[in-house]
């Protein structure tokens, strides 16, 4: 109960792009605007990583995605996105939602599958 949502994953051919989005549940505005939200990746045989975060309005971003990658909030929805372009190969794997609350409290959704052609 409460776990984020994740969605927009997919296929795509290096180059492209897509825009993933995580729902939030049961989450006050008051909490959710002191919230870290995160975006982390998994690829086959490789240990999860930090490949976003945002809060207070202010972004970080793993090296490896500066200048490719944008994370975003949305106070209204509660919600968070991940809008990716220009993608690689190597940018392949599963994508969780990670929802820090103000209270450390981590809440993590099940992930969705992002592939990348070459």
């Known amino acids: 109960q409460g776990q984020p949502v994740e969605s927009g994953g997919g296929l795509v051919q290096a180059g492209g792009s897509l825009r993933l989005s995580c729902a939030t549940s049961r989450t006050i505005l008051s909490v959710f605007t002191e919230s870290t939200l995160g975006w982390y990746r998994q690829a086959p045989g490789k240990e999860r990583e930090l490949v976003a975060s945002?809060?207070?309005?202010?972004?970080n971003y793993a090296d490896s995605v500066k200048g490719r990658f944008t994370i975003s909030s949305d106070n209204v929805k509660r919600t968070v996105h991940l809008q990716m372009n220009s993608l690689k190969p190597e940018d392949t794997g599963i994508y969780f939602c990670?929802?820090?609350?103000?209270?450390?409290?981590?809440?993590w959704g099940q992930g969705t599958q992002v592939t990348v052609s070459a």
């Open positions: 990670n929802h820090h609350t103000p209270y450390g409290v981590d809440k």
């Open positions: 945002i809060i207070g309005g202010r972004p």
